[in-house]
Nanobody, 125 residues
């Protein structure tokens, strides 16, 4: 069974940085579109950043210039988060899909079939 396991969450003060990682349990994830989503209490899950197999990247407007999505040689997914704000507080999830996504779907939760369990990020002011 395919698994995604996130790590790297924690508590930081505003302006701080965190680096999230997502380890995939199969070797061909370099062919998948992978993404980071987040969900704050009482809010819907929202797309944060997407990295496609061809290297194309999409960011939510709220994180542009502060977050960087990347994939390493072992096909692990990362999210470098700088200049964190209290509104970035949420559970962060790694997601993946093998299906081609139109632009409008890349940050849409329903477009992804594979999900990790999440890692909590808390930013204090």
């Amino acid at each position: 069974q395919v698994k995604l396991v996130e790590s790297g969450g924690g508590s930081v003060q505003a302006g701080g940085s965190l680096r999230l990682s997502c380890v995939a349990s199969r070797a061909d994830f370099h062919t998948y579109t992978m993404a980071w989503f987040r969900q704050a209490p009482g809010k819907e899950r929202e797309g944060v950043a997407v990295l496609e197999a061809d290297g194309e990247i999409t960011y939510a407007d709220s994180v542009k210039g502060r977050f960087t999505i990347s994939r390493d040689n072992a096909d692990n997914l990362h999210l470098q988060m700088n200049n964190l704000k209290p509104e970035d507080t949420a559970m962060y999830y790694c997601a993946a899909t093998s299906i081609f996504l139109d632009q409008w779907a890349k940050l849409v939760q329903g477009a992804y079939r594979l999900w990790g369990q999440g890692t909590q990020v808390t930013v204090s002011s």
